[in-house]
């Protein structure tokens, strides 16, 4: 059971080159999502999918696409790189509480990707 | 939409002493308001989180409290140790938190001095 597992650990890229993120976890959750972190300004969402075939806007969505095909996969796209796009990125996923449970469960996080743009 | 402030950023204090982080939410409609650690060049981890029904949890050396007339909510870390030290963030959620979808604070670095 690996987790959330997330590819690359390092990217660098040139401004306006494209690329996507990958993401994928093992352990069925049905809710995946995509945070930023940059210093100063925490953790900010930028898409998020409660199953697959189903996903919406965070925060700071402009610049990125996402996609569910699959309940395990939830690639991060950047359609074109600016180097306001600079940043570490953290895919993560949950699932609803057990049933005769209502405590809600973590956010399990990937390792994160650094991007940088250049 | 929901927007979470936290202070200190951050916040240097001695082994053994105790430590105080607050956030403020601005959407009354949170319920669930979960606390990361993140340590250097890790993944954040959840440490302890509360609902909006509950006014404070205990775990260990560490608790939060709620005050939902405020909108605020505090992470207490009694008897600090260096394996404290670490990066904090706050967060507050409007579905209870299933869905994965948090709103942040900025983050409290904390540092504990042996």
């Known amino acids: 059971n690996a987790g959330v597992t997330q590819t690359p650990k390092f990217q660098v890229l040139k401004t306006g080159q494209s690329m996507t993120l990958q993401c994928a976890q093992d352990?069925?959750?049905?809710?995946m999502s995509w945070y930023r972190q940059d210093p100063g300004m925490g953790l900010r969402l930028i898409h998020y999918s409660v199953g697959a075939g189903i996903t919406d806007q965070g925060e700071v969505p402009n610049g990125y696409n996402v996609s569910r095909s699959t309940t395990e996969d939830f690639p991060l796209r950047l359609l074109s790189a600016a180097p306001s796009q600079t940043s570490v990125y953290f895919c993560?996923?949950?699932?609803?509480?057990?049933?005769?449970?209502?405590?809600?469960?973590?956010?399990?996080f990937g390792n994160g990707t650094r991007l940088t743009v250049t | 939409g929901e927007n979470v402030e936290q202070h200190p950023s951050t916040l240097s204090v001695q082994e053994g002493d105790s430590a105080v982080i607050k956030c403020t939410y601005s959407?009354?409609?949170?319920?669930?308001f979960p606390w990361y650690k993140q340590e250097l060049g890790k993944r954040p981890q959840l440490i302890i989180d509360i609902r909006s029904n509950v006014g404070e949890k205990k775990d260990q050396r560490i608790a939060v409290t709620l005050n939902k007339t405020a909108k605020h909510f505090s992470l207490h870390i009694t008897e600090t140790q260096p394996e404290d030290s670490a990066v904090y963030f706050c967060?507050?959620?409007?579905?209870?938190?299933?869905?994965?979808?948090?709103?942040f604070g900025q983050g409290t670095t904390l540092q504990v001095k042996p």
């Open positions: 352990m069925n959750h049905e809710y």
């Open positions: 993560a996923s949950s699932t609803s509480p057990s049933i005769g449970t209502l405590h809600p469960v973590s956010l399990h």
């Open positions: 959407d009354s409609a949170s319920n669930y």
């Open positions: 967060a507050a959620s409007l579905d209870t938190g299933n869905t994965g979808k948090l709103i």
